[in-house]
């Protein structure tokens, strides 16, 4: 847990049951922060860099980082992740909505609270639909959007004080959204037990976090940062939610970030063939214990290796290469195998919050997806590999232009 004012903590123990039996398999030296974005190359701040190793949980099988970041310091100052910026998660997200809608009868009466709602690309959809809702969000840039879209947002971090003094102002839910929060947050244990608190007796929270066994076996080791403290399992979150009195009662599987989980979570027990069928599958696979996860330190080397030789031959070959996504994963990808700017002319995004910017360690410039038909380079590596389909979509015309995407995992490839 964190100690109030120091910029980390190496944690000890388990974050979810406290158990001390927990072994390190991989480790990915020290990096700087995935979504801390320098404004320039030299303006004279040393970036701050913090070890970042893997372990696992003997005692509730839960895989997590041992280092532990101050959140003011991960989330509060100009955080730049803005959701809304891919069409593919807008679409997710609102079929999400709508099954939600007609599933649980959900109208102008019910409550729907998100946790980390960030620019409202979620919630605006219940708003549409005349449900009243509220958004909890640290950040202040994201959340400001998200009100012009007419989402109201507490601009805070979600904690079980917060959610006790919500309830005694009367405030329950009947659906609870969290997506791609729960792993960030340092009190895993506060952060569940705060959504029991408010959810109504017959709510449910659905949450959505990457999945442990698509992270393993796609080698998608670059969605290892800071922000991400956990990767769940369904038999690690199964543990964790019961601890607080919340049954983890059906689950999904989905393709977005590489391979998520959407978990339909509730105050009563009711577990479905889908939940029993992944933890017996799980079980199955080892997902439960140590030995899944050792070899994941040689492939993630192997890819390592690959991927740094691709580039270095195309580069000798006198190709010029940009990449396309500022993501927080792309972050981890160069400064793990160590790509810098004599390989990587520039990084385009179109968020217009990241354009302008650098990449953290590697510090290369962040440009606008217009620079890729502008300069034309032989290459670019994708940093955002998630949304691969969306982009070559959005990028036919540099492709015809004999342009190519190198995508880095599951084994580094030339589309
Ligand atoms: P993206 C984010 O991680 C943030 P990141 C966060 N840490 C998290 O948990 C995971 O998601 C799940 C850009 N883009 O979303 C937008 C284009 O430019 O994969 C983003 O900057 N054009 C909370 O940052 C980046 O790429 C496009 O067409 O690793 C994608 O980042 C599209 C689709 C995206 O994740
Ligand atoms: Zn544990």
Avoid at 4 to 19: D, F, I, L, P
Avoid at 88 to 95: F, I, K, P, Q, T
Avoid at 211 to 225: A, G, K, L, W
Avoid at 296 to 304: G, I, P, Q, R
Wanted: charged residues 20%; negative net charge.
């Amino acid at each position: 847990m964190m100690i109030a004012g120091a910029a980390s903590v190496t944690e000890q123990v388990c974050r979810s049951c406290g158990g001390s039996h927990i072994d390190t398999f991989l480790k990915l030296g020290t990096t700087p922060l995935a979504d801390r974005l320098p404004s320039s190359i030299d303006d004279g701040e040393e970036e701050p860099v913090f070890p970042l190793s893997v372990a696992f949980c003997g005692d509730c099988s839960l895989v997590q980082i041992t280092e532990t970041v101050n959140p003011r310091i991960l989330f509060a100052d100009a955080y730049p992740y803005y959701s809304s910026f891919s069409q593919a998660l807008l679409r997710h997200s609102r079929d999400n909505v709508l099954d939600l809608i007609e599933r649980r009868g959900l109208h102008s009466g019910s409550f729907v609270i998100e946790l980390a709602s960030n620019d409202g690309y979620l919630l605006k959809n219940y708003v549409e639909a005349g449900i009243p809702v509220l958004g909890i969000d640290p950040a202040d840039g994201p959340a400001a959007v998200a009100s012009e879209f007419g989402v109201p947002t507490h601009v805070a971090f979600f904690t079980r004080e917060l959610a006790e003094s919500l309830r005694r102002q009367g405030v329950r839910a009947d659906v609870i959204h969290a997506n791609n929060v729960l792993a960030h947050v340092a009190d895993t244990n506060g952060f569940v037990a705060g959504i029991a608190l408010l959810l109504k007796d017959d709510g449910v929270a659905v949450l959505e976090a990457p999945y442990v066994e698509p992270m393993i076996e796609h080698c998608e080791f670059d969605t290892i940062y800071h922000e991400h403290l956990c990767y769940f399992s369904v038999t690690a979150l199964d543990k964790l939610f019961r601890r607080h009195g919340l049954y983890l009662n059906e689950v999904k599987q989905l393709s977005i970030h590489g391979g998520s989980i959407r978990l339909y979570v509730e105050l009563q027990e009711r577990v479905g063939a889908s939940v029993r069928d992944l933890l017996a599958h799980e079980r199955g696979q080892g997902i439960d214990a140590i030995d899944y996860y050792i070899d994941f330190s040689a492939t993630v080397d192997k890819l390592k290796i690959d991927l740094s030789a691709l580039l270095h031959r195309l580069k000798a070959n006198g190709a010029s290469i940009a990449a396309y996504g500022a993501a927080a994963k792309g972050a981890t990808l160069i400064n793990t195998v160590g790509i810098g700017r004599d390989l990587i002319d520039f990084v385009v995004d179109r968020n217009v919050h990241k354009q302008g910017k650098h990449m953290p360690g590697q510090k290369i410039p962040i440009r606008s997806t217009e620079a890729l038909l502008e300069a034309q380079p032989d290459y670019v590596l994708v940093l955002a590999w998630n949304f691969l389909d969306e982009i070559m979509e959005q990028q036919a015309e540099y492709r015809a232009r004999g342009g190519k995407f190198i995508v880095p995992v599951p084994t580094p490839r030339i589309v």
